[in-house]
């Protein structure tokens, strides 16, 4: 059992970054599968980026590809998502999940609450 805490959302004007960051509160992310999903009211929960446990794979959802990168931190206790070039269009919670070793893209057991990130135009 682990516990996700995302932080680094917030408000942000088109075309800025921001960099949102998601932790295990008191643990490693060592084995663990980590992805970034967003949820905006009225529609699915889409996929945004995920890395493998091992860190040698990354997946990038479309509307994302090309601006944000997903990266995880030496120490294994973090996980990174750099959000560039910003648009309206990409506001919403974005959740941090994490499932041991990687058994697909529905298998995500362990998630976070959530951060707010915000685009104004």
């Known amino acids: 059992q682990i516990q996700l805490v995302e932080s680094g959302g917030g408000l942000v004007q088109a075309g800025g970054s921001l960099r949102l960051s998601c932790a295990a509160s008191?643990?490693?992310?060592?084995?663990?599968?980590i992805a970034w999903f967003r949820q905006v009211p009225g529609k699915e929960r889409e996929l945004v980026a995920s890395v493998l446990w091992n860190g040698d794979g990354t997946f990038y959802g479309d509307f994302g590809k090309g601006r944000f990168t997903i990266s995880r931190d030496g120490a294994g206790r973090s996980v990174y998502l750099q959000m560039n070039s910003l648009k309206p269009e990409d506001t919403g919670v974005y959740l941090c999940?994490?499932?041991?070793?990687?058994?697909?893209?529905?298998?995500?057991?362990?998630w976070g609450q959530g951060a707010q990130v915000t685009v104004s135009s």
């Open positions: 008191g643990r490693s992310l060592g084995g663990y599968s």
């Open positions: 999940a994490a499932q041991f070793g990687y058994s697909g893209p529905n298998r995500y057991t362990y």
